[in-house]
């Protein structure tokens, strides 16, 4: 597998393909791989790597897509942060090692497969956060500002069908921009929360929500029977990043191939400033 003599991506070095190495979940490794050449190759299976992934596709580039872990199919998320790496923390003696727990999970889809799903914007003030706070260690201000990506969090918004209401938010950048869904139906305690808001007079309005409130683009509904949080949606109401929200291979023709099992240790930099994806 390559991308090409032209292609700044280099070669892609293949996985072993013997079934003992891969892990449980992961799809054979494609019979032509070694013959294809690709355009782009994409770290990472997640919500940032099949968006990107989806984009080119849709440009009429060929894509590989390298992800660490396995499809999610009915492993916990306990089980999958398992197979996670560590993240850097500070021992007792106060020095880094990898011994924090794993920021997200590596399956296919990311963190998206559990993530609770919110969806909100930067705030305006965000993106030029240091005349408020400072700088400290790293510059905290954006190189642009929120009109900038205001087309880009609607395509999305879009993509992975958000719920909420826009105008109901007091500090949302564009009350008048809307959201492809009404809010998901009210829980319980958020019940609770909007009356004790009221007796308070706080301003109280319903969390944008990657959720489908109702049927959207092929997915169900949300039917409140399980919990968001570290939890696979089992009817597809949540966007996650995969079909229906996200096209991925198969989805848009043969443009994308999707290699499970493959973890990326380097990227080394040749002189002529040609990239190499070494899988283990």
Same mark, same amino acid.
């Given at each position: 597998?390559?991308?090409?003599?032209?292609?700044?991506?280099?070669?892609?070095?293949?996985?072993?393909?013997?079934?003992?190495?891969?892990?449980?979940?992961?799809?054979?490794?494609?019979?032509?791989?070694?013959?294809?050449? &690709? %355009?782009?190759? *994409?770290?990472? =299976?997640?919500? /940032?790597? $099949?968006?990107? @992934?989806?984009? !080119?596709?849709?440009?009429?580039?060929?894509?590989?897509?390298?992800?660490?872990?396995?499809?999610?199919?009915?492993?916990? &998320? %306990?089980?999958? *942060?398992?197979? =996670?790496?560590? /993240?850097? $923390?500070?021992? @007792?003696?106060? !020095?880094?090692?990898?011994?924090?727990?794993?920021?997200?999970?590596?399956?296919?889809?990311?963190?998206?497969?559990?993530?609770?799903?919110?969806?909100?914007?930067?705030?305006?003030?965000?993106? $030029?956060?240091?005349?408020?706070?400072?700088?400290?260690?790293?510059?905290?201000?954006?190189?642009?500002?929120?009109?900038?990506?205001?087309?880009?969090?609607?395509?999305?918004?879009?993509?992975?069908?958000?719920?909420?209401?826009? $105008?109901?938010?007091?500090?949302?950048?564009?009350?008048?921009?809307?959201?492809?869904?009404?809010?998901?139906?009210?829980?319980?305690?958020?019940?609770?929360?909007?009356?004790?808001?009221?007796?308070?007079?706080?301003?109280?309005?319903?969390?944008?929500?990657?959720?489908?409130?109702?049927?959207?683009?092929?997915?169900?509904?949300?039917?409140?029977?399980?919990?968001?949080?570290?939890?696979?949606?089992?009817?597809?109401?949540?966007?996650?990043?995969?079909?229906?929200?996200?096209?991925?291979?198969?989805?848009?023709?043969?443009?994308?191939?999707?290699?499970?099992?493959?973890?990326?240790?380097?990227?080394?930099?040749?002189?002529?400033?040609?990239?190499?994806?070494?899988?283990?």
């Amino acid at each position: 597998m390559s991308a090409g003599p032209e292609s700044p991506l280099g070669t892609l070095v293949n996985a072993p393909r013997t079934a003992a190495r891969r892990p449980f979940g992961c799809d054979p490794v494609p019979d032509d791989l070694d013959d294809r050449v &690709f %355009d782009v190759c *994409v770290i990472g =299976s997640g919500a /940032a790597g $099949a968006i990107t @992934a989806a984009a !080119c596709a849709a440009a009429g580039l060929d894509v590989a897509v390298l992800e660490r872990g396995p499809h999610p199919g009915a492993a916990s &998320f %306990d089980e999958l *942060v398992e197979l =996670s790496e560590p /993240a850097y $923390a500070r021992d @007792a003696k106060g !020095c880094w090692s990898l011994t924090g727990y794993p920021w997200t999970t590596c399956n296919v889809g990311g963190g998206t497969v559990f993530y609770g799903a919110a969806a909100f914007r930067y705030r305006r003030v965000d993106f $030029a956060a240091g005349g408020h706070f400072g700088d400290g260690d790293l510059p905290v201000d954006w190189p642009y500002d929120y009109a900038a990506l205001a087309p880009y969090y609607a395509e999305v918004e879009s993509l992975v069908g958000v719920s909420g209401d826009a $105008a109901a938010d007091p500090t949302h950048p564009d009350p008048s921009s809307a959201l492809p869904m009404p809010p998901v139906e009210t829980s319980p305690g958020g019940a609770r929360l909007l009356k004790a808001a009221a007796e308070l007079a706080l301003h109280a309005f319903p969390t944008p929500l990657a959720i489908a409130s109702q049927g959207y683009r092929g997915r169900s509904g949300c039917v409140a029977d399980t919990p968001c949080m570290e939890t696979a949606c089992p009817h597809g109401a949540k966007g996650v990043a995969e079909p229906p929200c996200v096209p991925t291979p198969g989805a848009v023709g043969n443009a994308i191939a999707r290699i499970t099992g493959a973890r990326v240790h380097q990227l080394p930099m040749t002189p002529a400033r040609v990239w190499e994806a070494m899988q283990a």
